[in-house]
C-alpha cells in the first residue's frame, strides 16, 4: 500500500506540474502585451519629438516669410521718407518703417527661439535613436523567448499528461477513482495532503493520534476527516512538497 500512497503522490506532482505550465503559458498573452505597451509608450514620446521638430521648423518658416514682408514694408517706408514733402508725411513714414523693423526683431528672436527648439528635439531623437532601436530588437528577442517556452511547456505538459496516464492505469481502480473525485471536487484540485505534527496540512484540523499513526503506516488509503483530502506521512519531510503553490 505504501507502493500506492507514493503513487498518489507521484500523480499529485504530475497534475500541480500540469496546472502550473499551463497557468505559465496562459500568461504569455498578458505579458506580451505589456511588453508592447511599453513599447507603444515609447513610440508614442519618439513621434511627440518629431511632432515638436516639425512644429518649429513650419513656424520659422512661418516667421520667415513675415520677415520678408516686414521688410518690405521697411523699404516701402524708406521710399517714402524720401518723397516725402510734408512733416506729417516725413513723420509717418518715419513712423512706419520703425514699426516695420520692431517687427521683424521681434521675428527674428521668434526663429531663434524655433530654431533653438528644433535643434533641441532633433539631439533628442537623435540621443534616443538607439534605445528604440534597442527596445525594437529586444521586443522581438523576448516574443520570439515565449514562442520557445510555449513550446518547450507544451512538451513537458504532453510527458506530464503520459505519466499521469501510467499512474492512473497502475493504481487500484477504486484509488484512481477516489483520487479523481476528490482533486475535482477540490478548488486547487490538490487531493493529497501531508499529516504533520498531528494535522492534516492542508486545513489544518487535528488528527486523531490512531489516524496519525495508520497514515504513518501507510496500509491503507486515509482522508481527512474534514477537507477529505488523502493523507499521506512524509518521514523528516523529505518527500517532495505536493501543490505547494
Ligand atoms: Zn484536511
Known amino acids: 500500500m505504501k507502493a500506492v500512497l507514493a503513487q498518489l503522490i507521484a500523480l499529485q506532482n504530475a497534475d500541480t506540474n500540469i496546472r502550473r505550465l499551463q497557468a505559465e503559458i496562459e500568461s504569455i498573452p498578458e505579458r506580451r502585451a505589456e511588453i508592447e505597451k511599453e513599447f507603444d509608450q515609447r513610440a508614442f514620446e519618439i513621434r511627440a519629438l518629431e511632432e515638436l521638430r516639425d512644429n518649429a521648423r513650419h513656424e520659422r518658416s512661418r516667421l520667415e516669410a513675415e520677415i520678408f514682408e516686414q521688410k518690405q514694408r521697411a523699404e516701402r517706408a524708406d521710399r517714402n521718407l524720401m518723397a516725402a514733402k510734408k ?13 516695420a523693423r520692431k517687427q521683424i526683431s521681434t521675428f527674428e528672436t521668434q526663429v531663434l527661439e524655433q530654431m533653438e527648439i528644433a535643434e533641441q528635439a532633433e539631439k533628442d531623437l537623435a540621443e534616443r535613436a538607439p534605445e528604440v532601436e534597442k527596445l525594437g530588437t529586444d521586443m522581438e528577442a523576448r516574443f520570439k523567448a515565449f514562442d520557445e517556452q510555449v513550446r518547450t511547456q507544451q ?5 506530464a499528461r503520459e505519466e499521469r496516464e501510467r499512474l492512473t492505469n497502475e493504481l487500484p481502480k477504486t484509488t484512481s477513482a477516489l ?4 482533486a475535482a471536487r477540490i478548488r486547487d484540485g490538490v487531493a493529497m ?3 504533520r505534527n ?4 492542508a486545513c489544518h484540523m487535528s488528527l486523531r493520534p490512531q489516524i496519525m499513526a495508520d497514515v504513518r503506516r501507510g496500509a491503507e488509503v486515509i ?6 483530502r488523502i493523507l499521506y506521512y512524509a ?11
Open 235 to 245: 518521514p523528516a519531510n523529505t518527500a517532495q512538497p505536493v501543490g505547494a503553490s
Open 193 to 195: 495532503a501531508e499529516a
Open 179 to 182: 483520487y479523481k473525485r476528490i
Open 155 to 159: 512538451q513537458q505538459i504532453a510527458s
Open 223 to 228: 482522508t481527512c476527516d474534514n477537507c477529505n
Open 87 to 99: 512733416p506729417d508725411e516725413y513723420t509717418a513714414a518715419i513712423r512706419e518703417a520703425d514699426a
Open 198 to 201: 498531528g494535522a492534516c496540512t
